[in-house]
C-alpha cells in the first residue's frame, strides 16, 4: 500500500472535497438567489424622481407578485431613468398600456416599482426594450422634512414666535365667540355647497370672457386712443362746432317756420303727386329697359344725324294723308291697358321678323291696309291734302 492510500491523506482529502462542495452550493444559492440563472430582459421606466431610498436591485412587482428587479437608477435632468430586469415569462401577463408607480411600504421602507393593471388593458403586451412613464411616486418622510426645513429656513424664529404670541393674546378669552363665529361659518358653507356647481360654471364661464377680452384689449386699447383723438380735435374746434350748432338751430327754426307755413300746400302737393308717384312706380320697370333701349340706338342716331357727313340723312317720300280732323269723330281714344312691358328692349334683335309687339286699343277705327290698283292710284293732292278735295280728283 502507498501513501497516497494512507487513512490520514483519505481524511484530509475528503474534508477538502466537503468544504469545496459546500462552497459550491451555498454559491450556487446565492447566484440562484440573485436571480444569477434567470434570464432577464430590459425595460425602461421615466419618473419626475426616483426617491430618496430607491436603490438598484429594488423588487418590481404587479399586483403584489415579483416580476423583476431594478438594475440601475440614472439621474437625469428631466428626472430618473429606472433600466429594469424583468422576467420573460411574466411580460405575458404586463399590459402594453399598463401604469407605473414608484411605492414604498412604510414611511421609512425602500422603494419598489409598481405595475398598476390598467382598467382598459391593451390586447398587446409589454416587450423587451419597452420604456413606461411612472405617474406618481410616494412622498417619504424624508422628502416632506427637507421642504419643511426649507420653509423654516425661509421664516425668522422671532418674528414666528411674535405671530403666535399676538395670536394667542387676540384668542384668549373669547373662546365662545370663536365657537360662534364657527358655527356661523358652517351655516354659511352649507347654504354657499349646493351653489358651488354654478359657482364653477361661472369662473368657466368668465375664464372664456376675459379670454375674449384679452384678445380684444389691442382693438379696445386702440378705440380708446383713436377716441382721445377725437375729443381732442373737438376740443380744439369747439368755437367752430359752437358755430356749427347755431347755424343748425337757426336753419331748424327757419325750416320749421316755412314748413308751419307751407303745412297745407304741402300736404295738396304730395296728395296731387301720390297718383302720378304711383303710375311711376308701377311702370318703373319699364323706364329703366327704355332708358336702355335708348342708350343703345344713339349711336344710330348719332351717325345719322352727323356722324357719317355734314347734315342729317333722311328718307324722304310722300305718304298717304289721313282723313281731315271731325269731331267727334277724330277724339283720341285712349283705351290701352296691359301695364308695364319692355316688348323686347333693351336687346331686341335686329331684323327679327317675329318682334314682339302690344296690340292696343286707342284708333276709333282698326287699321285697313291700301288695296288700291297702282292704275287707280289716287292723286297728289289727294295724296296732300286728303278727302277734302275728293270731288275735284273725278275725271
Same mark, same amino acid.
Given at each position: 500500500?502507498?501513501?497516497?492510500?494512507?487513512? &490520514?491523506? #483519505?481524511?484530509?482529502?475528503?474534508?477538502?472535497?466537503?468544504? &469545496?462542495?459546500?462552497?459550491?452550493?451555498?454559491? #450556487?444559492?446565492?447566484?440562484?438567489?440573485?436571480?444569477?440563472?434567470?434570464?432577464?430582459?430590459?425595460?425602461? %421606466?421615466?419618473?419626475?424622481?426616483? *426617491?430618496?431610498?430607491?436603490?438598484?436591485?429594488?423588487? +418590481?412587482?404587479?399586483?403584489?407578485?415579483?416580476?423583476?428587479?431594478?438594475?440601475?437608477?440614472?439621474? /437625469?435632468?428631466?428626472?430618473?431613468? @429606472?433600466?429594469?430586469?424583468?422576467? $420573460?415569462?411574466?411580460?405575458?401577463? !404586463?399590459?402594453?398600456?399598463?401604469?407605473?408607480?414608484?411605492?414604498?411600504? /412604510?414611511?421609512?421602507?425602500?422603494?419598489?416599482?409598481?405595475?398598476?393593471? $390598467?382598467?382598459?388593458?391593451? $390586447?398587446?403586451?409589454?416587450?423587451?426594450?419597452?420604456?413606461?412613464?411612472?405617474?406618481?411616486?410616494?412622498?417619504?418622510?424624508? /422628502?416632506?422634512?427637507?421642504?419643511?426645513?426649507? %420653509?423654516?429656513?425661509?421664516?425668522?424664529?422671532?418674528? !414666528?414666535?411674535?405671530?403666535?404670541?399676538?395670536?394667542?393674546?387676540?384668542?384668549?378669552?373669547?373662546?365662545?365667540?370663536?365657537?360662534?363665529?364657527?358655527?356661523?361659518?358652517?351655516?354659511?358653507?352649507?347654504?354657499?355647497? $349646493?351653489?358651488?356647481?354654478? @359657482?364653477?360654471?361661472?369662473?368657466?364661464?368668465?375664464?372664456? #370672457?376675459?379670454?375674449?377680452?384679452?384678445?380684444?384689449?389691442?382693438?379696445?386699447?386702440?378705440? #380708446?386712443?383713436?377716441?382721445?383723438?377725437?375729443?381732442?380735435?373737438?376740443?380744439?374746434?369747439?368755437?367752430?362746432?359752437?358755430?356749427?350748432?347755431?347755424?343748425?338751430?337757426?336753419?331748424?327754426?327757419?325750416?320749421?317756420?316755412?314748413?308751419?307755413?307751407?303745412?297745407?300746400?304741402?300736404?295738396?302737393?304730395?296728395?296731387? @303727386?301720390?297718383?302720378?308717384?304711383?303710375?311711376?312706380?308701377?311702370?318703373?320697370?319699364?323706364?329703366?329697359?327704355? !332708358?336702355? *333701349?335708348?342708350?343703345?340706338?344713339?349711336?344710330?342716331?348719332?351717325?345719322?344725324?352727323?356722324?357719317?357727313?355734314?347734315?342729317?340723312?333722311?328718307?324722304?317720300?310722300?305718304?298717304?294723308?289721313?282723313?281731315?280732323?271731325?269731331?267727334?269723330?277724330?277724339?283720341?281714344?285712349?283705351?290701352?291697358?296691359?301695364?308695364?312691358?319692355? +316688348? *323686347?328692349?333693351?336687346?331686341? +334683335?335686329?331684323?327679327?321678323?317675329?318682334?314682339?309687339?302690344?296690340?292696343?286699343?286707342?284708333?276709333?277705327?282698326?287699321?285697313?291696309?291700301?288695296?288700291?290698283?297702282?292704275?287707280?292710284?289716287?292723286? +297728289?293732292?289727294?295724296?296732300?291734302?286728303?278727302?277734302?278735295?275728293?270731288?275735284?280728283?273725278?275725271?
Amino acid at each position: 500500500m502507498s501513501r497516497l492510500t494512507e487513512p &490520514g491523506w #483519505v481524511k484530509k482529502l475528503a474534508a477538502l472535497g466537503l468544504v &469545496g462542495g459546500l462552497v459550491a452550493i451555498v454559491v #450556487v444559492a446565492l447566484t440562484m438567489f440573485a436571480g444569477g440563472f434567470v434570464e432577464k430582459v430590459p425595460v425602461t %421606466v421615466t419618473a419626475p424622481r426616483s *426617491g430618496l431610498v430607491m436603490d438598484p436591485d429594488a423588487k +418590481v412587482k404587479m399586483r403584489g407578485v415579483e416580476v423583476g428587479r431594478v438594475k440601475s437608477i440614472e439621474e /437625469t435632468p428631466e428626472g430618473a431613468t @429606472l433600466t429594469l430586469d424583468m422576467q $420573460p415569462n411574466m411580460l405575458k401577463y !404586463i399590459p402594453a398600456n399598463a401604469k407605473v408607480d414608484i411605492k414604498s411600504t /412604510t414611511v421609512f421602507g425602500a422603494k419598489y416599482v409598481n405595475f398598476v393593471y $390598467p382598467s382598459d388593458p391593451s $390586447p398587446e403586451h409589454l416587450t423587451a426594450g419597452s420604456t413606461v412613464a411612472a405617474d406618481a411616486v410616494t412622498v417619504e418622510f424624508n /422628502t416632506l422634512f427637507q421642504h419643511l426645513s426649507d %420653509v423654516l429656513q425661509k421664516l425668522e424664529p422671532e418674528k !414666528i414666535n411674535a405671530t403666535l404670541g399676538a395670536l394667542s393674546t387676540a384668542l384668549r378669552g373669547r373662546g365662545e365667540q370663536v365657537g360662534e363665529l364657527l358655527t356661523a361659518a358652517d351655516d354659511y358653507l352649507a347654504d354657499i355647497n $349646493p351653489s358651488l356647481p354654478t @359657482l364653477q360654471r361661472d369662473f368657466q364661464a368668465a375664464a372664456g #370672457v376675459t379670454n375674449l377680452y384679452a384678445d380684444v384689449s389691442p382693438d379696445l386699447l386702440q378705440l #380708446v386712443d383713436d377716441a382721445t383723438a377725437v375729443s381732442g380735435t373737438i376740443v380744439d374746434e369747439q368755437v367752430n362746432l359752437d358755430a356749427l350748432l347755431l347755424s343748425v338751430i337757426g336753419l331748424s327754426n327757419t325750416g320749421e317756420t316755412v314748413l308751419a307755413e307751407n303745412e297745407q300746400n304741402l300736404d295738396t302737393a304730395l296728395d296731387l @303727386l301720390r297718383p302720378t308717384t304711383g303710375l311711376l312706380d308701377r311702370y318703373s320697370p319699364v323706364l329703366s329697359c327704355l !332708358i336702355l *333701349g335708348l342708350d343703345k340706338a344713339r349711336p344710330i342716331a348719332e351717325a345719322v344725324e352727323g356722324g357719317l357727313q355734314e347734315g342729317i340723312a333722311l328718307n324722304a317720300g310722300f305718304t298717304y294723308s289721313q282723313d281731315p280732323y271731325t269731331y267727334p269723330n277724330s277724339l283720341p281714344k285712349v283705351n290701352a291697358t296691359g301695364g308695364p312691358n319692355c +316688348v *323686347g328692349l333693351p336687346d331686341r +334683335v335686329p331684323n327679327d321678323p317675329h318682334a314682339p309687339f302690344i296690340v292696343t286699343d286707342t284708333a276709333t277705327v282698326p287699321y285697313v291696309p291700301n288695296t288700291q290698283l297702282k292704275f287707280n292710284a289716287p292723286k +297728289v293732292f289727294q295724296i296732300l291734302l286728303g278727302d277734302l278735295y275728293a270731288g275735284l280728283a273725278q275725271p
